[in-house]
Nanobody
Framework: VQLVESGGGLVQAGGSLRLSCAAS????????IGWFRQAPGKEREFVAA????????YYVDSVKGRFIASRDNAKTTVYLQMNSLRPEDTAVYYC??????????????WGQGTQVTVSS
């Protein structure tokens, strides 16, 4: 089971980026896909999640209204559309199998993540 993140980059404050989380191998539609991020010098934090089978979503307050999680019809890729980006969104972003509330499973492990840098 492997989830691979991509789509990060450098963007100015107020800009947008779309991250992708591609699943290879077996997929577990009974679980959600969670997005997490880790800023320099800070602990990794939960950001958002989408229920892979039902499309239900959850967002932490700091990104609510700005980030949108979605999935493709083939259910092999999950996206995180990030709008109105702020410098404090700068972090390495990861995706993992998780619950909608951000509790990690043991189905996979941390990947390399994708760097998002927001300049002021």
């Amino acid at each position: 089971v492997q989830l691979v993140e991509s789509g990060g980059g450098l963007v100015q404050a107020g800009g947008s980026l779309r991250l992708s989380c591609a699943a290879s191998g077996r997929t577990y539609s009974a679980y959600a896909i969670g997005w997490f991020r880790q800023a320099p010098g800070k602990e990794r934090e939960f950001v958002a999640a989408i229920d892979w089978s039902g499309g239900s979503t959850y967002y932490v307050d700091s990104v609510k209204g700005r980030f949108i999680a979605s999935r493709d019809n083939a259910k092999t890729t999950v996206y995180l559309q990030m709008n109105s980006l702020r410098p404090e969104d700068t972090a390495v972003y990861y995706c993992r199998y998780a619950t909608l509330s951000g509790i990690l499973t043991d189905l996979d492990s941390w990947g390399q993540g994708t760097q998002v840098t927001v300049s002021s």
